[in-house]
């Protein structure tokens, strides 16, 4: 699933996966409404931008990491501000990787890669 609240974003990061054989992917444009799909269509793993309006990609892996049913999703959180906090706070809650913004696709699914596995 991509999280973004920029539908730009969304459709680079739909198009990569697109790109790389992965063609079951879902998107919401925030957190709450990834959260609420998630519910009734679970996912292997969520690609987030971190600052998105109301529930930012922190918040997000917060709430899936103190959830049953979601505390094993696979999270990549995407940031144009990949500063210290950010990451150690990430990996706190239970980042499984991180990419800085602007990226390309071979950065995207070497990040993929390193949490599912090869593509």
Do not use: C, W, Y
């Amino acid at each position: 699933m991509v999280v973004d609240d920029m539908s730009t974003s969304r459709g680079l990061l739909t198009n990569a996966l697109d790109s790389f054989g992965v063609r079951n992917v879902s998107s919401a444009a925030d957190g709450a409404t990834a959260l609420q799909k998630m519910a009734s269509a679970p996912v292997h793993l969520v690609i987030s931008d971190f600052n998105m309006p109301g529930m930012d990609g922190l918040k997000l892996l917060h709430a899936l990491r103190t959830n049953a049913a979601t505390r094993g999703v696979g999270f990549l959180l995407i940031t144009g501000r990949a500063d210290r906090e950010i990451i150690e706070t990430g990996k706190r809650l239970g980042m499984n990787n991180f990419l800085k913004k602007p990226f390309d696709p071979p950065r995207l699914r070497q990040a993929i890669e390193a949490i599912v596995g090869k593509l």
